[in-house]
């Protein structure tokens, strides 16, 4: 345990100064660091962090969300942001005491790296060893301050670590579902987890021979009562107080597009149906060009929430296939292959992402060679990208980058798949975790091998 939160810790030091490398004197006027637009693609130092220090009002330290709006060109005011209200919060107190794009990312490090301390902890407590993945691997290094993703990954994982308590269950799910609630308040992505949550719940409390075909429904409903009623209580005073701003985050992600910087399948692979010259001809015309990435996106904006929607309910029906054999919903991993759905399908794939999936690795029982495999794709892009962007702004050769993003992308579609499968049939890798989440009938557990998930 100390050496998983020790590794953490230099880890995030050395995440922290691969990115402090963008953050050098001297300062324009807004307070932007001069060696960031000209290093940040090419050094591979680039952080949303910095990056959004102008643009958002974070640097007039305007409480966000309250003033703000969001133009018909799709352009944020008044202190919105693009992400939901607590990630805005988050945001906000790291800019507090900064006054340059450098302060601001240091200050922002550290408000975050707790939470990624205490990941660490709650894995180590879960899985043992198999945390060193989270504490050690490449991604903590690329994507610790890339973002702000440490604090939802905390609260997922934290969901488990609760589930994993000796207390009632009904409790357990309605603390879990409240985590993942406020997740859902810092990232989205979370909160789809509440439903395999309430169904491990409604499962959960009927092993008994006399009882496997009566579910606690009150408890199942109770999970998603907790959930819901955190997201109105975090939500409904910036809806009140400032509803423009607050639909405006929402709206900034409707309306953004599949483009170059989603990393997508989307652009990678469909838009090459769309954006093609007319037979005959060497190029497309520029009405042309706009007629067919105009259909382009209009295509994504329903392909993806659809199929997004489909890949939630096949793994939740998968989910409910291992509970008519072993009565316990395997929650956990439905989570995990929801979360590969997501992520395949979403029209947009952040590089730093890959901080959500890492807890499954972690958890589930996955063979290690996919998810070495899995790494190597994601530094592939995580990499690639940004030198492919370096090359194109600079006029350079960007086939060699180029090639790597493809890998990169393709190489994670692939294994996002097999993972989604995966998942999906996986038991947790620690037989601790699995005891601990059935306390409640530990007893009745005729052998190690029915534990589910």
């Excluded at 810790?9 to 402090?20: C, E, Q, R």
């Excluded at 352009?75 to 209200?85: D, K, N, Q, R, S």
């Excluded at 301050?145 to 269950?169: C, D, K, Y």
């Excluded at 972690?362 to 495999?373: E, G, K, T």
Aim: hydrophobic share 50%; aromatic share 14%; with cysteine.
């Amino acid at each position: 345990m100390i050496i998983v939160v020790a590794l953490c810790a230099f880890t995030l030091i050395i995440g922290y100064l691969n990115k402090a490398r963008c953050a050098l004197a001297p300062f324009d006027t807004d307070g932007r660091s001069t060696a960031f637009n000209a290093i940040k693609d090419t050094s591979v130092c680039y952080s949303d962090i910095q990056f959004l220090w102008i643009g958002r009002d974070i640097d007039q330290h305007v409480f966000p969300y309250l003033t703000g709006a969001i133009t018909q060109g799709g352009e944020l005011t008044g202190g919105t942001v693009e992400y939901p209200v607590l990630s805005g919060l988050l945001m906000w107190l790291g800019a507090i005491p900064a006054h340059t794009d450098a302060e601001f990312l240091l200050y922002s490090a550290l408000i975050l790296a707790p939470f990624g301390l205490l990941t660490a902890w709650m894995l180590g407590r879960l899985a043992g060893r198999a945390a060193l993945l989270w504490s050690a691997g490449p991604p903590l290094v690329l994507y610790a301050f890339h973002n702000w993703e440490l604090p939802v990954v905390a609260t997922a994982v934290g969901a488990v670590f609760v589930m994993s308590m000796r207390i009632p269950l009904r409790t357990r799910g309605m603390i879990a579902a409240v985590l993942l609630a406020v997740g859902f308040c810092l990232k989205l992505y979370p909160g789809a987890f509440v439903l395999p949550l309430a169904a491990y719940v409604a499962y959960g409390t009927t092993r008994s021979p006399s009882k496997r075909n009566r579910l606690d429904i009150r408890g199942g409903l109770a999970v998603l009562g907790a959930a819901t009623a955190t997201v109105v209580a975090i939500n409904l005073p910036f809806a009140i107080l400032g509803y423009d701003g607050w639909r405006a985050s929402f709206a900034f992600q409707t309306l953004r597009q599949a483009d170059i910087t989603t990393n997508s399948i989307w652009y990678w692979g469909l838009r090459q149906f769309y954006i093609r010259p007319i037979q005959g001809s060497t190029a497309m015309s520029p009405d042309d060009y706009a007629a067919a990435e105009a259909s382009f996106q209009n295509a994504v904006d329903i392909l993806s929430p659809l199929l997004v929607f489909v890949a939630f309910g096949l793994a939740l029906w998968l989910g409910m296939r291992r509970a008519k054999t072993e009565h316990v919903y395997p929650w956990i991993a439905v989570s995990g292959s929801m979360l590969c759905g997501f992520l395949l399908l979403h029209k947009v794939h952040s590089p730093q992402y890959t901080l959500w999936i890492l807890p499954f690795f972690v958890l589930l029982r996955v063979p290690w060679a996919l998810v070495a495999a899995y790494l190597v794709a994601d530094l592939s892009m995580g990499i690639g990208v940004f030198k492919y962007f370096g090359a194109l702004a600079h006029g350079a050769d960007a086939s060699t980058a180029k090639f790597f993003v493809e890998v990169g992308v393709w190489g994670r579609a692939a294994l996002l798949v097999v993972f989604f499968f995966l998942f999906a049939r996986a038991r947790l890798r620690c037989s601790d975790i699995s005891t601990e989440l059935l306390t409640d009938h530990a007893p009745e557990q005729s052998s190690p091998a029915s534990t589910p998930s």
